[in-house]
């Protein structure tokens, strides 16, 4: 229980360096008299990794204490504000990859893409992102206070563990780019107390980003070699994804293109990381990727798999959360369909996929064409999951022998957040933009759908990459900033079901290719500036 109280000590600490939302005075002296302070406690490596463990942890369940109870973040639901089903509603559920006929707060604005700054699943993300940035921050704060007390022998670790917080918190500035543009700043460096971090523009950030990632990626950085780390933990491979996503959206956030840094560190990743492929049965290669034993496929010294780059762990008895792949899983299953087939007892039916997104598969040959057609194409209702709209099924909490995972409400299946198609199809677009090798580029492309079961093609389009990356990465949260990158988020080029509150779709002001910084933390941190449009 004590390490508990510490670590909901440090998170009280490092929140107000995040989101102004978050912020208050700490006292120096605990009033629990069985509460130690974190330089009493964080004095060994266990104590440290501990501490680690909850920076990892906050990428997979709201709290500490149990599924959905007491969550770290007050007023924050523990299921929808989890952060991956916070960063999946931000980058899927904007989108045409999917819509949720739930009347939660917040929902259908996102869709429809109407949200305001009030939204509650926006402050959800934004919320989560600085809860993370704060305890990374503190945890390099704490190993640079208190570690000189400690034996380098009983501290071997302490370079590993700070470059593992600043790769965490890459991540989580990587999300806060992406979504909210000029953001909030903090660093350890910042004083413990302080009122939340200071804006930075979009390209500033990009350029600390930059530098970060290269410090870790760097020959004498402590950060794991690719595969090099335990599983679940962090390494440069999981890094340099990071840098490959910089660069490829630097026309977009820093206003320069940089196609061809990109090309460069997604063909590094290509030379490190193979495609999963099941040599006894090719057609289940893909599949495979998003089952309940997919932590097979991920490299690292514990498994020695292939395809997966960095992966957020779930387990149906000792990381449960209503969030991450329990709930892509659980929502996209309801009606009359068999949720036995995916492992688990029934659905919560919310998950359909717009017509205009299926359309992209051919339904008769590519392996990732995985959906459920029982109520048609068309979404007629968006409060109905029945009403129509395939279902993705996509994830599943079946294991690769055909077996169910662990049948208890929760779900084993870990979400693979960077894996090695991404980075082949980063090259291919790359290469279509006139940056590296075509000849390369063609060759990763159609690894990729060939893998699918489709055949090779003998030339590259922009507009082709993106349909095969629609396809390749559907429900991994690259959609939203796939389209913006293209110009199709907002405009009038690309309608979708719902898109604009129509059935039919209509074009949306384009302001909405960033999301508001919450108004609670507007008020509470002077140094910020709402995103325009807001």
């Known amino acids: ?12 600490a490092a929140c107000m360096l995040g989101a102004g939302s978050c912020t208050g005075d700490l006292d120096t002296q605990p009033i629990d008299p069985d509460v130690q302070l974190p330089q009493d406690v964080l004095s060994s490596q266990d104590a440290f990794e501990a501490v680690l463990a909850k920076c990892y942890q906050g990428l997979a369940v709201s709290s500490s204490y149990g599924d959905g109870g007491d969550p770290d973040i007050a007023g924050l639901d523990g299921g929808t504000g989890q952060y991956l089903r916070a960063l999946w509603n931000m980058q899927c559920l904007t989108t045409d990859e999917s819509v949720c006929c739930w009347n939660d707060p917040g929902v259908f604005d996102l869709h429809n893409q109407c949200w305001t700054a009030s939204n509650i699943l926006v402050f959800s993300m934004y919320s989560r992102i600085y809860y993370q940035v704060g305890l990374c921050n503190e945890l390099i704060r704490q190993i640079h206070t208190n570690v000189a007390g400690i034996p380098d022998a009983e501290f071997p670790q302490k370079n590993a563990f700070i470059a593992e917080a600043r790769a965490l918190r890459l991540l989580s500035y990587y999300h806060a780019i992406d979504i909210f543009g000029n953001v909030p ?82 063909a590094i990743i290509r030379q490190k990381y193979s495609l999963h492929k099941n040599a006894a049965d090719p057609s289940k290669s893909f599949a495979e990727l998003f089952m309940a ?36 899983i659980f929502a996209a299953v309801g009606g009359d369909m068999d949720a036995a087939s995916f492992g688990i007892s029934s659905g919560w039916g919310g ?66 957040l960077f894996r090695a198609a991404d980075a082949y199809l980063m090259m291919a677009e790359c290469a ?40 390749e ?39 909405f290719n960033l999301m508001p910084i919450p108004s609670s933390d507007l008020n509470s941190n002077g140094s910020l500036v709402q995103n325009p449009g807001y």
């Open 1 to 12: 229980m004590k390490k508990y109280k510490v670590l909901m000590m440090t998170f009280a």
């Open 432 to 471: 279509a933009r006139g940056a590296g090798s075509m000849s390369d580029a063609l060759n990763a492309f159609n690894e990729v759908r060939e893998r699918a079961g489709l055949p090779a093609v003998t030339s590259l389009t922009k507009e082709a990459v993106l349909d095969e990356r629609a396809r």
């Open 351 to 416: 998950l359909s996929v717009t017509p205009e997104f299926t359309a992209k598969f051919n339904f008769d040959n590519d392996a990732r064409a995985m959906f459920d057609t029982l109520y048609g194409p068309s979404i007629e209702s968006l409060t109905v999951f029945e009403s129509g709209g395939y279902k993705s099924t996509k994830f599943t909490n079946m294991k690769s022998d055909g077996t169910p995972g662990q049948a208890n409400g929760f779900v084993d299946t870990d979400f693979p």
């Open 293 to 328: 034993d997919n932590h097979r496929w991920t490299k690292n010294t514990t498994y020695n798999g292939d395809e997966i780059i960095f992966a957020v762990e779930f387990d149906g008895l000792n990381t449960r959360s209503y969030g991450g792949t329990n709930f892509l």
């Open 185 to 266: 700043f903090a660093t350890e460096a910042n004083t413990v107390g302080a009122t939340g971090g200071a804006r930075m523009e979009r390209g500033e950030l990009f350029d600390w980003m930059e530098k970060e990632a290269l410090e870790l990626l760097d020959s004498g950085s402590a950060l794991a070699d690719e595969g090099k780390n335990i599983y679940g933990r962090c390494d440069k491979g999981m890094v340099r994804m990071i840098l490959a996503k910089l660069y490829l959206n630097a026309e977009v956030w820093k206003g320069t293109p940089m196609y061809d840094k990109c090309y460069e560190q997604s």
């Open 473 to 511: 990465m559907m429900w991994e949260c690259c959609r939203r900033q796939d389209l913006i990158r293209y110009g199709l988020f907002t405009t009038n080029d690309y309608l979708w079901q719902y898109k604009g509150g129509l059935k039919e779709g209509q074009r949306v002001d384009d302001h």
